[in-house]
Structures are given as structure tokens and as C-alpha cells.
């Protein structure tokens, strides 16, 4: 049996945990006006300096099917199958373009995560579990895939800003949200980003009434990876998620995180949410 590798592209969101865990990984293009950028290198203060200068949010480009010819073939010079994971594919053409170069590749499994930021993350360190355990990669690709369904990925936004210039809400909507103070869930299903619950009132708030919402819809997450995800949310706020995540969970492995330019780009400044298995981790 041939050694296997996970890889993944930086929407994952796990850069401090792919150092630790020796994932590769590869970046995606920002794009701040002329100045173009890898995901990683362009900073969410970047983004947020760019916003407030221009009133614009940044373009994102996925990874060529050059630059993932490039490094599926490093991979597999060195004796490895390979485990990749993209962002959903409604989202970008990263998954599309990894399998027009994978189909001509021996032993490079592309997985259409259906997800974006940890949602993706926790895919990742699953298969790194079952790596661990001596799985093939095309037995990883198949219970990675087949466990898709239970990933629980939402966030709740502080301004419709970037949702806005993003093209993913009108701009009415835009508008009296932010007349009226109201901070929506959103939900990743099916591979599609879909406007849950509203909340009104102070951001910290509304992040907590969030949380509380969540732990009480899906009382049975796989607690060895529960991910709390944010871009640049106050720690007091913070503080008072973790806070409200262990009086429910109180032996929950909480993975704090923070948003990487791609997913910031899209989100803007101030979302937060949490992200886990709702299977309580029993796999089959």
C-alpha cells in the first residue's frame, strides 16, 4: 500500500493546525484592486484597511488546474496517494479544476468538501484520523465523503457590507439591516451559503443568542473537534461563547480559529461561528 497525504486549500482555514500537522496546502488569490495576493500573505487586516479606503471588498480566484497540476505531481513523485479537499464547489471552481487535473493522475482523490472555513477544517482532520489508522487514500475519500452530511457550518454576521458588494443579498436588504441592527445566521447547506435566523440589537449579543441556538438545534456534536471560527471578534465576546459552549459541553475540545482572507473577504469583519459533526462522533 502506497503512503498517503492529506492536502487541502487554504478555505480550510487551519493555517497554525497544517504546520502542526504537516498538511500542504494551496492557496488561493486575493485580489485588492491591482494588487494580487495568496491567501495567507494578504492578511483579513489587509482586507479590512482595503474596505475602508475603497468601500469595496476583494475578488478571489481559485487555484488554477497549472498550480494544482504542479503540486499533485510533487506529491506523487515522492510515492504518495493523495486525499485533496477544495471549498464547495458552488462557491468556487477550485474543485472543478483539481479534478480536470486529477482524472489524468494515478491515485489523487479530489473531495468537493460541500463546505468553506473549519467546515472544511474538520473533514480535514478526520482524515487525518483515519490516515493514522492505515486506510487507503481511496478509503479515506469514501468515508470522508459519506460523512459530509453531518458537518454543522454556520456563522452569524456582524454588517451585510460584504454580503452586500459580494453579490450574496440585495442591496435593500442590506440597508435596513443595517438600519436596524440585524445580524443574520448563515448556513452552509448543500454546498450553498442560505440565510437563517436574524437577530437584532449589539452584536455581542446576537452572537451569544446565536450560539445558544445552535448548541440547542444539534445537541450531539462530535466533541473531539468543535470549532469555534472568527473574524477578529472582541475576546470578551469570544470569552462569552466558549463560556456558554462548556456550560452545555463541558468536556467539548474547542478549536479556536481564526478566518483567513479568502473566507473574510466574504464575510467582513466581526462574524463568528461555530462548526462541528452532529453525529456525537459515533462513525460507522
Given at each position: 500500500?502506497?503512503?498517503?497525504i ?57 487555484v ?62 478526520y ?26 457550518a ?12 459580494g ?93 483567513g ?24
Amino acid at each position: 500500500m502506497k503512503k498517503v497525504i492529506i492536502t487541502s486549500d487554504s478555505t480550510a482555514d487551519l493555517d497554525y493546525l497544517f504546520k502542526e500537522k504537516n498538511v500542504p496546502k494551496l492557496p488561493l488569490e486575493v485580489l485588492l484592486g491591482d494588487k494580487i495576493g495568496y491567501d495567507g500573505e494578504v492578511l483579513p487586516e489587509d482586507i479590512f484597511d482595503y474596505f475602508a479606503k475603497t468601500k469595496q471588498t476583494p475578488k478571489t480566484s481559485a487555484v488554477s488546474p497549472e498550480r494544482y497540476e504542479e503540486f499533485f505531481k510533487k506529491y506523487i513523485a515522492e510515492g504518495y496517494e493523495i486525499v485533496h479537499f477544495t471549498i464547495a464547489t458552488g462557491m468556487s471552481a477550485c474543485y472543478n479544476n483539481a479534478v480536470s487535473v486529477a482524472k489524468d493522475l494515478e491515485g489523487v482523490y479530489v473531495i468537493d468538501s460541500m463546505n468553506l472555513s473549519t467546515g472544511i477544517g474538520m473533514q480535514v482532520l478526520y482524515a487525518l484520523d483515519l490516515a493514522k489508522e492505515g486506510l487507503s487514500a481511496r478509503e479515506i475519500y469514501e468515508k470522508v465523503s459519506a460523512r459530509r452530511n453531518k458537518v454543522q457550518a454556520s456563522f452569524v454576521v456582524d454588517t451585510m457590507s460584504f454580503l452586500h458588494k459580494g453579490g450574496r443579498c440585495g442591496g435593500v436588504t442590506a440597508f435596513v439591516a443595517s438600519i436596524l441592527k440585524i445580524h443574520p445566521s448563515i448556513f452552509v447547506r448543500n454546498g450553498k451559503m442560505e440565510v437563517g435566523k436574524k437577530y437584532m440589537g449589539a452584536t455581542s449579543k446576537s452572537i451569544v443568542k446565536y450560539v445558544k441556538d445552535i448548541l440547542n438545534d444539534y445537541p450531539t456534536p462530535d466533541k473531539k473537534y468543535f470549532f469555534l471560527t472568527h473574524s477578529t471578534v472582541d475576546p470578551k465576546t469570544l470569552e462569552a461563547v466558549r463560556a456558554e459552549i462548556l456550560a452545555v459541553h463541558p468536556d467539548v475540545n474547542i478549536i479556536q480559529t481564526v478566518a483567513g482572507s479568502t473566507i473574510t473577504a466574504h464575510c467582513g469583519k466581526g462574524a463568528l461561528g461555530i462548526l462541528f459533526y452532529t453525529d456525537g462522533g459515533d462513525v460507522v
